[in-house]
């Protein structure tokens, strides 16, 4: 049976929610005349590349996530128009937008709502999306199936009061066939970047945001690039900038031409080509996607121990704790020490951990089945509750607890 899917998201510009629904589409997770998108805010750089599938995509120009007066009604049309079994929302404004569109229609489709992010402190965030996540605490009961992308997530939002009875847990998935390393590729990337044989370069992925942490990762650099004359540093993502305010006068004026910040690119997966060691330096992550893509190029990398890094590396790599800019530096040090071979070694076994558990077409089945399921619960039975594993009977508290920092360095 078909299932006529409904996806409703903040925007579609440049991040790690929108490039996995993208792939999730581009994927074949529904076919294109059983798929609809709305974008709450803009189309951005996603919702012309969704269209090229084939895919319906409407944007309704909110603001900041505020809804103007006319939005709800018009998202309420463009769902009875759609008519879809399953309404699934991504993020918290658009699983509380589903959740209310839904009530609007005289043949009320199945709600799925995928949270995309960690909760550690709630006051972190800015009061809008406070809001938000305690409006999706509130209504958490209402939905068939809330999606998680962590496991670390789940349980962070089940402690803080989301129900779990409907919770379940799908990774983002990857593209390894697209996404692998390429040792012709990789001598060509080199040159172009003005990389030679002998040099080491370490890599890092990530718009300049302050969960990103890259005041952490400049600090951990420049104590590498004080040890090891030959390492160069390649720090691809939006907003990067050695005289941004937050990370003016961290890179001395005599190691600066030891790095490369390339601003935002579409051509990551060619740039990871260049790297020998891979760094995530972030403090609030729920799946890290850069991770698991250098993971399928088979390069060696080093993790804060946040969100799911340490699951999604398994054995392969090192996991330090965020906010240590020396413990991440002695772990870049011992990657980039360590034998060549070893080196390759962990790389192979990084690639074979995404392909063995993160593979995109594992991914696409497991929202098909979801779909299939609370889409037509009376053909193929109701969604399984949470596994015994994931219950706890530990008391609900409004404040959830930030990483340990204890050491947790790998061999």
């Not at 998108?37 to 944007?59: F, K, N, Q, T, W």
């Not at 009604?73 to 993020?91: K, T």
């Amino acid at each position: 049976m078909s299932v006529r899917v409904l996806h409703v998201i903040t925007g579609l510009g440049t991040g790690g929610a929108e490039r996995n629904l993208y792939n999730l589409l581009a994927a074949g997770v529904s076919a294109p005349d059983e798929v609809a998108v709305i974008a709450l805010m803009d189309e951005g750089s996603y919702g012309p590349r969704i269209r090229e599938l084939g895919i319906e995509v409407h944007a309704l120009g909110m603001r900041q996530g505020i809804p103007a007066p006319w939005t709800l009604p018009r998202l309420g049309a463009l769902v009875r128009r759609f008519a879809p079994d399953v309404i699934q929302g991504w993020m918290y404004h658009g699983n509380l937008m589903v959740s209310m569109a839904a009530r609007l229609c005289r043949q009320r489709p199945a709600v799925s709502w995928n949270v995309r992010q960690c909760l550690y402190q709630i006051e972190r965030h800015k009061p809008l999306t406070r809001w938000a996540i305690r409006a999706n605490r509130r209504l958490s009961g209402g939905p068939g199936a809330i999606v998680f992308n962590s496991r670390l997530s789940r349980r962070q939002h089940r402690d803080f009061g989301f129900r779990d009875d409907a919770a379940l847990v799908i990774p983002n998935g990857f593209d390894t066939a697209a996404v692998a390393p390429d040792s012709a590729s990789r001598q060509h990337v080199r040159k172009r970047l003005g990389f030679n044989d002998e040099q080491w370069v370490v890599g890092h992925v990530a718009r300049c945001h302050p969960i990103k942490d890259h005041p952490n990762l400049l600090r951990a650099c420049v104590t590498v690039a004080e040890r090891m004359p030959q390492a160069r540093f390649l720090v691809v993502g939006r907003g990067v900038d050695f005289d941004a305010p937050e990370l003016a006068g961290i890179v001395p004026d005599e190691y600066r031409s030891r790095f490369l910040l390339t601003g935002e690119r579409d051509d990551v997966g060619e740039l990871m080509q260049a790297m020998d060691v891979f760094c995530q330096s972030s403090w609030l992550e729920a799946f890290p996607n850069a991770l698991a893509e250098a993971m399928a190029c088979e390069l060696s990398c080093v993790a804060t121990d946040v969100g799911d890094s340490d699951y999604i590396l398994g054995t392969s790599g090192r996991i330090v704790p965020p906010r240590d800019s020396q413990a991440l530096a002695r772990a870049l040090l011992e990657a980039l020490n360590e034998p060549a071979d070893r080196r390759r070694e962990r790389g192979r076994e990084a690639r074979e951990r995404i392909v063995s558990e993160f593979g995109l077409a594992q991914v696409v089945e497991q929202y098909r089945q979801l779909y299939q399921r609370i889409g037509f619960p009376a053909q193929v039975g109701s969604l399984p509750s949470a596994p015994s594993s994931e219950a706890s009977s530990e008391p609900v508290s409004e404040t959830v607890s930030e990483p340990a920092s204890g050491p947790s360095t790998r061999p």
